[in-house]
């Protein structure tokens, strides 16, 4: 790409985009506005980002004190609590890396992760000790561990060693630090892919990149200084899809449910509705079990007005219709990548469409993946890499460029056919776009299923499958097949009322509403779980793996 | 100031922020989004996004036929139309330079910033060719004149010459361009401040300056693509505010009201009430008019939920609480300056702040600056320099620094002073910041009075004169005075129904509420009208030269 320089301006051009500036600015304009975060005990730790910013500061001053030089990478295992955000902010203010660490990941994809970044210490939740310690025999660069923990460190007990107490470097440091000014484009975090092929892969991202995307994600959720955001998405993932810098921008509310799983759905709703979430993200993956937990409340929580973003997986059109009848909250569909530095799009519609929609529409159009945030450039493209009209027929490969997207991947020879010469990363997602301007993902390139040399989408007949109402979860893969090359096997978890009730050949009559016969699949199965990634996406790779002779052996 | 470079990034580095981009991704995300311009002919012309690009794109080949290279500057006198708006994109995105034209600038003034830019060409409206053939004679540097007309060429009377249509030149254009990727640091458009002291100053803004400003806009103005956002400050302003840059961001209906002026107020009530607008920018100086145009109308208008943000001045609370109980239209503070790139802060009540609020402290609290924008970095400093603290009290210059700040003047010896070495910009303006980070702008630094070495503040003074009901306008400046060094005159326009049954005395009992009797002004003098700057301001310079001798003479 051949840049041209124009007319010098008159602008302040040493000035660099620093992410540290972002909380820095909202503790003077929004200092007043409040944190709250529930502690491993229940109870809830409640401070204002004035405070935040004094910990932060404090927080830098200790990396000094365990002489952690400028660009060394550091490791961070947390839940999503109020010190994972003053991490967020301490840790690469001073010029260090942070290097999120997916608690979910195998213990060989940990320590692959650690050592490839070179981290030279780790930050660890005292409750996720035995990860560390299960990875730390292998971690070769690590010289110690910093605890998070209210507890003295004479409490805890482990094996990692040498050992730090997260509060106690705190309440021993100054609360006077002067940030470095960083060079911009400068590594602010890593984040490694989870490694659906081949090993992780580590995204580095600047502290241009997540300075700019915050904007442009607070621009374009409409978050505001009257929000009270949830932070539901792990903020070890894509850095929690953004959301703790877009509120910070406007200084609004923030609320982190601490530690969470899926035995956890009360203390979640329960937050949500006390503390009056206006906004809030999420991949269905703990979506859905939070309707079911809604779907027994009684009454049910008045949530009107509440956009719940939702991201990492399609969420089906009866949760989203669901929320709506049951709650009154609004679930906003958005795509991205760990490249593409999420948020790629967001599924509101434009006023002038919604004009002439009648209802069902307006739930089918919800499906779409949505309109592409200004700031980045899309293709769709062929086989051979040309580009295809925006139809909403066309589907190809979508490729992405902009200023917070990859432009490669960290010491991963081999990987650059991933990114096309003019910039742009190769997503592996097919999909279409309208004439509007909508984005719909039809698939990943390879959980296409290719029958007899047609395409079947597998995520077309996931939503199907989980729009028959006694179906609570599916996934859909193609396996090798003698004759027709691949076929779709489904499997389908039952709800608990519908368990045994429902045939095979009943689920394939519904489906044959929306499928030709030759698409059906041959395979209909009952289990009791979906294998999902570490991310909590359908595990396709897996799936396929254990089901892969189910055709051929016959 | 020292760079430190971490390490490095996968970023996409060579992806550079360019202006253009925003509206190329708003006609592919948002096509369909309509815009509506007032024509001269009083009827208005609709259009959508989608169908706004392709004529910028026909708008930048037509820059290529009239040989204008990267980097030239090029003049524009135009009024706030939908040309306006394709203007600021699609010249910008050639790689020249836009030179907005303040339009009521002296012929001397404007002709100088013409010479001072070396503008090749200038755009200018069919009913602004007075301006131009006035200053043309004295334009060394301009090769040629567009005409921005409905009417052939053969219909428009003119001395200017050569003469290029610019309708003919976009119809005889290709629609499809490919734009050059422009260093992100070169100039995209040049503003000169009006020069209340000396000649006027040249700030050039970075494709990068406006990029970045655009999107804290709209994250922190809240801007959506449910808005209708209506242009009301002139587009030769500051960028019209940078209202036009983040409702394109965000695909936000755009309203544009053509030429107009204190004759056209039940034009603008209309179209803002008949578009239905939910958003929009002004001074003081049009938004009192149109209150007082509202005043007389019945039905009053419902506009309900409207922001309007207010800037150049102070807005006075009587303004403020008359929109919201006649019309339900929220007036939002805003404060910024040529050089910082509105907008600096926003009078936006945190939730957290307003709950203690009695009905007074909310109207008090309105009259506030606001809170700065999370980005630019402020100071306010003593007469030596020193930093003074946040306690609301302590007053002293505003210094700001930031992103999109200014960090000199293009070509103008001797301005080295108003920046500090720090890359702060001097403001001139002298305020407070509160403990919550609310600034308030207490006076400019050259309005203060100094009377017996003690301050008085006009702007204060102002506000308590328009806040009694049958003071319409009012204007205070310091006058030398033999024995005082200076004492204040008041200038005040009553309203008619008042006109001759308020006395001086009256006034002066009025304003003794607020201020001790030392302050009072010795004069205060009944006027039809006050003397306005070219941005619509108090043109305090020109009082005091015409009553510098009030005092002295006696």
């Known amino acids: 790409m051949e840049i041209v320089k124009g007319f010098s301006a008159t602008s302040q051009t040493n000035y660099q985009l620093n992410v540290t500036t972002l909380l820095k600015h909202a503790a003077r304009s929004f200092g007043k506005q409040e944190i709250v975060s529930r502690k491993h005990d229940g109870s809830l730790f409640r401070y204002t980002y004035k405070e935040a910013y004094e910990r932060i500061k404090r927080l830098a001053n200790s990396l000094v004190s365990l002489r952690i030089e400028v660009g060394e990478k550091i490791g961070v295992l947390e839940w999503n609590t109020y010190r994972h955000f003053e991490i967020y902010y301490g840790l690469p203010g001073t010029g260090a890396v942070m290097l999120l660490l997916n608690l979910r990941l195998s213990q060989q994809e940990l320590s692959y992760v650690v050592n490839h970044a070179e981290a030279k210490f780790i930050f660890v939740d005292e409750n996720l000790l035995h990860v560390a310690e299960a990875i730390a025999p292998f971690c070769k660069t690590v010289k110690g561990y910093v605890i998070i923990t209210d507890k003295p460190l004479s409490d805890i007990s482990t094996s990692l060693e040498p050992i730090y107490s997260y509060e106690e470097m705190l309440g021993e440091a100054s609360p006077d630090y002067d940030w470095p000014i960083i060079e911009e484009t400068s590594a602010y975090s890593a984040c490694y892919t989870s490694g659906t092929t081949g090993r992780p892969k580590g995204v580095y991202y600047s502290h241009r990149d997540v300075y700019l995307q915050a904007l442009m994600y607070a621009a374009n959720a409409s978050i505001s ?152 450039d899309i293709k769709i493209v062929d086989e051979n890499g040309r580009e295809l009209p925006h139809d909403g027929e066309s589907a190809g490969e979508v490729l992405l460029r902009g200023p917070w997207v990859s432009g490669s991947y960290y010491n991963a020879p081999e990987s650059e056919a991933q990114f096309s010469d003019e910039g742009y990363f190769r997503s592996g997602d097919v999909g279409t776009i309208s004439p509007e301007g909508y984005l719909k993902i039809t698939d990943r390139l390879k959980d296409l299923i290719k029958s007899g040399g047609e395409w079947i989408s597998s995520v077309d007949m996931e939503n199907a499958l989980i729009s028959y109402p006694p179906i609570l979860e599916a996934a859909v893969v193609g396996c090798p097949h003698p004759k027709w090359e691949e076929r779709p096997l489904a499997l389908v978890v039952l709800r608990d009322e519908f368990k045994t009730k429902v045939t095979q050949d009943e689920i394939r009559k519904y489906l044959a509403e929306k499928f030709v016969k030759w698409q059906l699949p041959d395979e209909i199965l009952y289990v009791t779980n979906i294998l999902k990634t570490s991310v909590g996406k359908i595990d396709k790779k897996a799936i396929r793996m254990k089901y892969k002779e189910i055709y051929t052996s016959k």
């Open 225 to 376: 200084i009257k929000d009270t955001v949830f932070q539901l998405v792990p903020m070890f993932h894509v850095l929690g899809w953004g959301t703790p810098y877009a509120a910070t921008i406007v200084g609004a509310k923030l609320v982190f449910p601490g530690r969470y799983s899926l035995k956890n759905l009360e203390d979640l709703t329960t937050l949500l509705v006390e503390e009056k979430v206006t906004m809030a993200n999420g991949a269905p993956a703990i979506l859905m079990p939070m309707l079911e937990y809604i779907r027994k409340m009684e009454p049910k929580p008045d949530l009107t007005g509440v956009r719940i973003i939702s991201g990492a997986s399609e969420p089906p059109v009866a949760m989203m219709k669901d929320y709506m009848d049951l709650t009154g909250a609004e679930i906003i569909h958005s795509y991205g990548s760990t490249e593409a530095h999420a948020i790629v799009t967001l599924n509101r519609v434009i006023p002038i469409l919604e004009k002439g929609f009648s209802e069902e529409d307006k739930w089918d159009f919800k499906r779409k993946q949505g309109y592409i945030v200004v700031g980045l």
